[in-house]
């Protein structure tokens, strides 16, 4: 717990609360416009937080997921419009609440679900990511390079769509990250003699692209210029009625999301989905969910948030991103010069313990803040989508060249936007191509350390126990994939979310 | 490659392939040759030392055989997640000013600066609105434009000149 500790110390120094309510804020901000998700929000403001320190810099941008989420959930109450598929099942019953003029409960309820889920996840965090740190410095590279093959095969279980589809995403992010000068001979690889791409696709631009752009021109697709209804929001304050409502599900979905988020794969969609079930199934009145019970928002809200703060532990123990959002902060970490993986926690525990306190901070701020001032995020709704998305492709293009002052940056924002945009629209999710991208280099360096060391023999992959079991894993949950029986019920718990 | 709204009809005897199917593998087919004949002309090595060829060609035949899997799945009745959906049109005109906006700013922000840059580019993107006349684009970008100004030169302070080279600033 002496971690814990330090951490507490580092996120309540003045500056880095004010660094933290910055973060919440903006990503509030910036979260609750419709059409933008947490990962685009995320990648939107990335570019601002460069401006700070390291540890500054990182409590920022987890302010800025935390305010992201929790504006995506008032978008998807307020307006049915979830940002991302993880407010899929928080708009279910949300949007009926405030269909119901009972707007105010089903913000409240999510903002203090999260909160008691946050903190929870938070101490779970801490409790295991040090000794999954501590087990995965005995990994060799074989091990490695298995544990990446394990985290990009289990987000096919994030895409809602076709196996061999995601497959080929993941693929075809991993040739995007080969773009760039071979770390091991330094010879540029596909740069056509630019220079300017001697140092790879920027990570910013293709997420801005894949999650910004493409999504802005798919919803261009329609003709006419949509006015949004918005509702006054009044009455925050939960009942005792309700309080004694949502006890029993923000516990369960606490336990459930804070299991799920572990998974590598992008757990917390997986766990929004299940606990609504389940709450479901508990239900002494099934029937009434989706007509605007409050249980419903109350259970898949601090899953999801649960889950969002446990799927740190294979971020910060093991280098392993499981979630766009993740991809994004290991981003962040390579431009601050810090490596991820498993020295980052002894190497770097003022950075790591800051960033896990400041998560608790963040969820906190988030519910003293955000609740009061839920009337000025209301009026952020209203802002015309004719407005927003060329303000939107205005900060993308600043942001991305403030980075690096490089025009090519900028340039890939288009190319990655208009990829996005076709493959989305046949079928075929972003979000393993990201992943693909940043594990690229990853799995491509620790592939040939293996090889290296085991003198070209392959079997290396499959004697050492470790990465056999890994590959093991990994084989098991392609075989799942195909089989139809899983794949039905796959779509069961997806269901809703392509629409 | 507008058409490719036609949903395959699967109960005809020759049922047409899937179209958003077979553009997909088709692509995924594409890009993995071009990565795989690129990194051919690099130094592939041995299993023993990789070359920095090796990995481009293994994936990219692994990304064309998965595309060819996609392709397979168009003529036997196309995905079922997306067979059913409805896709309108694509908005070529719309998204090709977000593109044409994006692109200008790249090429002139370091010789225009960052001020006359961001009103062409704003311009650009909001003319692709759904039924906006020229003036209302244009007093958009004007307002977007001293927005990002205020915001990172002014509250960031990110240092890129107002004006630039070209126009003498």
Redesign the interface.
């Known amino acids: 717990m002496d971690g814990i500790l330090l951490g507490l110390e580092t996120a309540l120094q003045p500056g880095n609360i004010l660094i933290c309510l910055l973060g919440v804020t903006l990503g509030t901000a910036v979260g609750v416009l419709p059409g933008i998700g947490p990962t685009a929000t995320v990648a939107l403001l990335l570019p601002?937080t460069f401006?700070f320190d390291p540890v500054a810099s990182l409590i920022m941008l987890a302010g800025i997921y935390y305010g992201a989420q929790y504006g995506g959930s008032t978008t998807a109450i307020l307006l049915n419009l979830p940002g991302e598929s993880s407010s899929v099942v928080t708009a279910l019953d949300g949007h009926q609440m405030a269909k119901q003029g009972r707007a105010g409960p089903a913000l409240a309820t999510a903002a203090l679900g999260s909160f008691f889920a946050g903190t929870v996840a938070t101490v779970v965090l801490a409790m295991f990511a040090p000794p999954l740190a501590d087990l995965a410095l005995k990994f060799g590279p074989a091990d490695f390079f298995s544990i990446v093959v394990l985290g990009l095969i289990a987000s096919i279980a994030l895409a809602?769509?076709?196996t061999?589809?995601a497959?080929?995403m993941i693929?075809?992010g991993?040739?995007l990250g080969?773009i760039g000068q071979?770390q091991?001979?330094g010879?540029p690889?596909?740069t056509f003699g630019v220079r300017e791409l001697y140092g790879g696709l920027d990570f910013v631009s293709l997420a801005v692209g894949l999650f910004g752009?493409a999504e802005?021109?798919r919803n261009?697709?329609?003709?006419?210029?949509t006015e949004l209804v918005t509702r006054k929001v009044q009455g925050l304050w939960l009942t005792r009625d309700d309080f004694r409502r949502i006890r029993m599900p923000v516990l369960r979905g606490t336990a459930l999301g804070s299991a799920l988020g572990v998974l590598p794969g992008g757990g917390h969609v997986l766990a929004s989905f299940t606990s609504y079930s389940l709450e479901k199934k508990l239900s002494k009145e099934p029937k009434k969910f989706g007509t605007g019970v409050i249980e419903g928002v109350a259970a898949p809200e601090s899953a999801n948030n649960a889950a969002a703060q446990t799927s740190f532990i294979p971020l910060l123990s093991l280098g392993l991103p499981t979630h766009p959002v993740m991809a994004l902060l290991v981003g962040a970490f390579i431009i601050q010069g810090i490596t991820p993986g498993p020295n980052v926690i002894n190497d770097e525990p003022e950075l790591v313990w800051g960033l896990i306190a400041s998560m608790w901070v963040g969820n906190l701020l988030l519910v003293l803040l955000n609740l009061p001032l839920i009337g000025i995020w209301v009026r952020m709704l209203t802002v015309p989508?004719?407005?927003l998305?060329?303000?939107i492709?205005?900060?993308?293009?600043?942001g991305c060249?403030?980075i690096g002052?490089n025009?090519?940056d900028?340039?890939a924002?288009?190319g990655a936007?208009?990829l996005g945009?076709?493959?989305i629209?046949?079928?075929?999710e972003a979000a393993p191509l990201l992943l693909g991208f940043v594990l690229g280099p990853l799995l491509?360096e620790n592939?040939?350390r293996a090889?290296?060391i085991s003198?070209?023999d392959?079997s290396v992959f499959v004697t050492r126990p470790i990465s056999a079991s890994l590959l093991l894993l990994a084989a098991i949950i392609i075989v799942v994939a195909v089989l139809p029986s899983v794949r039905k019920k796959r779509e069961v718990v997806f269901q809703g979310e392509?629409? | 490659m507008s058409t490719d709204t036609g949903v395959g009809n699967g109960a005809g005897h020759s049922p047409a392939p899937f179209r958003p199917d077979l553009l997909a593998g088709g692509s995924f087919i594409a890009l993995g040759l071009a990565f795989a004949i690129g990194g051919a002309r690099y130094d592939v090595g041995s299993a023993l030392r990789m070359g920095s060829g090796y990995v481009p060609i293994a994936l990219g035949g692994t990304l064309v055989v998965l595309g060819a899997l996609v392709v397979v799945m168009a003529f036997r009745g196309g995905d079922p997640a997306i067979r059913d959906v409805e896709r309108p049109p694509v908005p070529w005109r719309r998204a090709g000013l977000l593109v044409a906006a994006i692109l200008f700013f790249g090429f002139t922000v370091e010789g225009l600066g960052l001020a006359p840059t961001l009103l062409v580019t704003t311009f650009l993107a909001a003319l692709a609105a759904p039924e906006v006349k020229p003036v209302r684009a244009a007093l958009t970008a004007a307002g977007i434009t001293a927005l990002c100004l205020v915001v990172f030169v002014a509250l960031l302070q990110l240092k890129l000149p107002l004006l630039g080279d070209w126009l003498g600033g």
Not at chain 1, 393 to 398: K, P, R
Not at chain 1, 425 to 428: I, V
């Open positions: 601002i401006e809602s769509g076709s061999v589809k497959l080929a693929v075809l991993l040739l080969t071979d091991f001979t010879v690889r596909f752009l802005i021109i261009l697709e329609s003709r006419h210029s989508y004719n407005v998305f060329p303000a492709i205005a900060f993308a293009s600043i060249y403030s002052l025009a090519w900028v340039f924002i288009a936007g208009l945009y076709f493959l629209r046949w079928g075929c491509e592939l040939r090889m290296i003198r070209g392959p392509d629409d």
